[in-house]
């Protein structure tokens, strides 16, 4: 830490205001008359142009900027500039259901930040009948925690296959809800989805993916439990593996359900793209290591 880093031992998790969550409390960013948080967002506006509309990317979106960086993010977003693992946040790489995905930039160079909401419609659909019933409290937060916890995971999940030679792209730093990662794409845009390209030897993509899957389980105990042609992305000439908040050790009781789904989603692209590839046969292979 540096000796100017006032703001971050100044602003912690308990100033962050919950009735400025995404939820009831809308977008509001009242919170940003506070003289600390005004402050700190003048710090990092500039660096935000991208998001915020004032940057040379066309597709600006002021409701993106309002869905995903409330308070709490963007003190995140705050922290991990100051830290210098990111410089600049640029625009949207893709939105989820779950999360966005943004280019950004760092000295080391481009970046992949992958914001978790905080919120998300089921959620808010349930809060509206438990929050403000005095029984039950802080239920925002919690749920905060819990994005938290995931985003922890999908960080490790990263490290854990990383360390066993596989090619996920490398788990740089987490802070609450934000993951910043390995950019896997070129200047002019990220790589592409297994799904949305045809690739030249599927026969050698099956074998490669059947290697991951059985790596993942075999020496980096995980399984990846959402494996399909939409969670690989085809970068320098090769499959990429992303999206690992949910992979799960083999203790996990469902491990091997979900081993067995991974094996079958990748037979089916397999036999779509004219690879023989039966799901028995490649299911015992894949165990025997
Ligand atoms: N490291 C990366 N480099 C480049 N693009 C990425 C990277 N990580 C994710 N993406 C892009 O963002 C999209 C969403 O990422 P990811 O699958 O991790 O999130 P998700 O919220 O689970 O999305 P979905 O619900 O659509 O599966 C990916 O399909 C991919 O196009
Ligand atoms: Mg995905």
Redesign the pocket.
């Known amino acids: 830490m540096t000796e100017d880093d006032g703001i971050d031992d100044e602003i912690d998790d308990d100033e962050i205001d919950v009735r400025y969550m995404h939820g009831e409390g809308g977008t509001s960013t009242e919170w940003m008359d506070q003289p600390k948080m005004k402050k700190m967002f003048q710090e990092i506006e500039h660096r935000l142009q991208g998001v915020l509309g004032t940057g040379r990317y066309e597709w600006v979106d002021r409701r993106v900027f309002d869905q995903v960086f409330d308070q709490s993010t963007l003190l995140s977003i705050y922290k991990l500039m100051r830290k210098g693992v990111i410089d600049t946040v640029e625009f949207p790489?893709?939105r989820?259901?779950?999360?966005h995905?943004f280019y950004a930039t760092s000295i080391d160079g481009p970046r992949?930040v992958?914001i978790f909401h905080t919120s998300n419609a089921v959620f808010k659909g349930l809060t509206k009948y438990i929050e403000g019933d005095p029984r039950f409290g802080g239920l925002k937060r919690r749920h905060r925690e819990l994005v938290t916890i995931w985003v922890r995971k999908e960080h490790r999940n990263l490290k854990r296959l990383e360390t066993s030679g596989l090619r996920v792209?490398s788990a740089f730093e987490v802070n609450r809800n934000v993951l910043v990662?390995?950019?896997?794409?070129s200047d002019e845009a990220?790589?592409p989805?297994l799904r949305d390209i045809s690739v030249e030897n599927p026969e050698a993509v099956f074998d490669e993916l059947l290697n991951f899957i059985q790596v993942a389980w075999n020496d980096a105990d995980l399984v990846h439990a959402?494996l399909s042609e939409?969670?690989v992305?085809w970068h320098n000439d090769e499959p990429w593996i992303?999206?690992v908040?949910q992979a799960v050790k083999s203790a996990h009781p469902n491990s091997q359900e979900f081993l067995i789904r991974d094996v079958r989603n990748i037979c089916n692209w397999a036999t779509k793209k004219g690879v023989d590839a039966p799901f028995e046969e490649t299911l015992l292979r894949v165990l025997e290591g």
């Not at 989820?96 to 999360?99: S, V």
């Not at 990662?181 to 794409?185: A, I, S, V």
């Open positions: 790489i893709a989820g259901k779950e999360a995905v992949a992958k792209p990662m390995e950019y896997l794409g990220p790589s989805r959402d939409y969670n992305l992303i999206d908040g």
